[in-house]
């Protein structure tokens, strides 16, 4: 046996194709071809164990009951179980090759290679051949019996005879969905995953996908890959429970082919189970940026073919279509422009994408070129032809304004703005929105494009027209000159800062000032720390040097006393004089002053008398 034939599994493949299409019981033929390739596998491993060990395993007992006689059976037979199970290839692992194992890896590349082919095959004849034989006899049976329903009602009423057909219609619909029923039963819980030939190879295709190291044959993953996509497109919980194996296979596998066959398989299990593969649909997207440009070419293709046939909703994961405008591979470059064009055929569909596609591309992450982000946005913006479409998106285009803070997308939507015809509405809009991106008009390219703007808006514009585009067009030099002196003046502050920051200056050395200080009330080193209400006006009875009394609001004569400790001569002969004014006139006001209040005048005369009466005794 030849195992390194590359055209033996295409072949094999294609017999397959023939056999399902001419034998009337293929799924016996091809039961025989999975038995005699399993039986190969066997013998070979029970060679090298009796080789290795010197004993027979268990499983050579099994081989001497070679499976001939059961040729006649269908891929659903349970006596090959033992076989298929028990093989130690994918469950042991001596130095993890699959050749260490006694088994070649070229003979399990073609097992599993016809085990996916059958599967696949098998679910289109379920489908198509089975399923139309049953509505064929159906339709025979529905035809018999209505004739003879029509011989024995040939004298009944015509209402009857609607109402019988009526009936008769509903219950063919009921038997037409009970036999699609019994299709799809057979599909999701006996084909792949029953007690069957397939049920049993299931387990070790799974493992060969799994687990690299143990098998690292290349071609055998490939096939292996292939493999597992056609088991999951026969059962809906087959694909469910494998699904992110196979995601994992797309994105890390090392091999360009397995991940190119991968990507043409998940399209057609998008169209077999949408619902399934809807939450994945951003990995999808994700190889238009794969490093092999086979890779991408599938990828733009499957997407292409599932998005034009409604497939997949058309969402802002569609601008990573749009970056495979400027791809460097001109074939890919030409389908990615022919894709938007049938796309624009669809309705609004480029005007209901633009806004995303121009915040998801602008945006740094996405790390598109300036260049190239001109290059798409003027490709797309060519199909933008209402005026309509043309009004909403200025309007859109100049709120993104306000949430941005890049320069970088702000010229992005400036050159978007300058891709639109303007009209008479246009313009207003434009007015109208000029408090949006006033502020930005201090960066030279985002001038320059609102500029573009006012003068293509100038060459149609009726007269009326054209004195608001005047007045914008003032508004925009005015504002871009301000913005222009003020980054200058910003540029000149932060250079002065600059240089203020480069040089410090140092400490001079010698003698510090010291700096003078207003004395505070009640200071020891002022004459005029301290005057009483009572002698304010007269001479300064206080010496330097003495201590100095301290406030008292209290009511007690002592604490009065001690507070007026000055010269008793000066002091009685002062307040002598003014005892006998207030004896003459007792309403006038003696040292009249704004800090006197009645009280204290009261207190003052009390304390005088005293002390004036201390004087005489002395």
């Excluded at 040729?71 to 028990?86: R, V």
Aim: net charge negative; charged share 30%; glycine share 4%.
């Amino acid at each position: 046996m030849n195992l390194d034939q590359t055209d033996w599994i295409p072949m094999a493949e294609q017999a397959i194709n023939v056999i399902y299409k001419l034998s009337e019981h293929p799924d016996i033929v091809c039961g025989d071809i999975i038995k005699s390739l399993a039986n190969v596998i066997k013998s070979t491993y029970a060679q090298t164990a009796e080789g290795d060990n010197g004993n027979r395993p268990d499983s050579q007992q099994d081989n001497d009951n070679r499976p001939d006689s059961q040729g006649e059976q269908a891929p659903s037979t349970d006596e090959p179980e033992p076989e298929i199970t028990s093989q130690p290839v994918s469950q042991e692992g001596q130095g993890g090759q699959v050749s260490e194992l006694g088994c070649p890896a070229g003979v399990l590349t073609r097992l599993l290679s016809i085990s996916g082919q059958i599967a696949l095959c098998h679910l289109v004849h379920l489908d198509v051949a089975v399923f139309g034989e049953l509505k064929r006899r159906h339709a025979i049976e529905e035809e018999e019996g209505s004739k003879k329903t029509t011989s024995n009602t040939t004298k009944e009423t015509e209402t009857e005879t609607e109402t019988t057909e009526e009936e008769m219609g509903l219950a063919g619909a009921a038997a037409e969905d009970a036999e699609a029923e019994y299709i799809r039963r057979i599909t999701e819980t006996e084909l792949v995953t029953g007690s069957n030939l397939l049920g049993f190879i299931q387990p070790l295709l799974v493992a060969v996908c799994s687990d690299k190291t143990k098998y690292p044959d290349q071609n055998l993953q490939t096939a292996a890959t292939m493999a597992l996509a056609k088991f999951m497109m026969v059962s809906s919980e087959f694909c469910e429970a494998h699904l992110q194996l196979l995601f994992t296979l797309l994105e890390k596998s090392p091999s360009p082919v397995i991940r190119s066959n991968t990507i043409i398989a998940l399209g057609d299990l998008s169209f077999r189970f949408p619902n399934l593969i809807e939450p994945w649909t951003s990995n999808l997207y994700a190889r238009l940026r794969d490093d092999s440009p086979t890779v991408r070419k599938n990828t733009l293709m499957v997407l292409t073919h599932l998005i034009l046939n409604d497939m997949v909703k058309v969402k802002g994961q569609i601008s990573e279509m749009a970056t495979c405008i400027v791809d460097t591979d001109e074939r890919i470059a030409r389908l990615a422009q022919l894709f938007f064009h049938e796309l624009a055929k669809k309705g609004n569909a480029i005007y209901n994408i633009m806004p995303d596609m121009i915040s998801r591309l602008s945006d740094p992450e996405a790390n598109v070129q300036e260049e190239n982000f001109r290059s798409i946005m003027k490709y797309l913006f060519s199909f933008i032809q209402k005026d309509k479409h043309c009004e909403s998106l200025v309007e859109k285009l100049c709120h993104r304004f306000n949430s941005t803070s890049n320069e970088r997308q702000w010229r992005d939507l400036a050159f978007c703005l300058s891709l639109l015809s303007y009209n008479d509405k246009s313009i207003r809009k434009l007015q109208e929105k000029f408090a949006c991106f006033s502020n930005k008009l201090a960066d030279e390219a985002v001038y320059s494009c609102f500029v573009t703007c006012v003068n293509s808006a100038k060459k149609f514009a009726k007269p009326e027209v054209k004195v608001i585009i005047e007045e914008l067009e003032e508004r925009l030099q005015a504002c871009h000159e301000k913005g222009v002196e003020d980054d200058e003046i910003i540029q000149k502050a932060s250079k002065a800062k600059g240089k203020r920051a480069g040089k410090t200056p140092g400490r001079k050395l010698g003698k510090t000032p010291a700096r003078t200080r207003k004395p505070a009330y009640g200071s020891d080193d002022s004459e005029d720390d301290f005057t009483h209400p009572a002698t304010r006006g007269t001479a300064k009875s206080q010496k330097k040097g003495k201590p100095k009394p301290k406030l008292s609001f209290s009511s007690d004569e002592d604490s009065d006393l001690e507070l007026f400790n000055v010269d008793t001569s000066n002091a009685a002969m002062q307040d002598k004089g003014n005892s006998d004014i207030e004896n003459a006139d007792p309403n006038l006001n003696v040292g009249a002053s704004p800090f006197h209040s009645p009280i204290r005048k009261t207190k003052k005369s009390v304390n005088s008398k005293k002390q004036d009466h201390m004087s005489t005794r002395n």
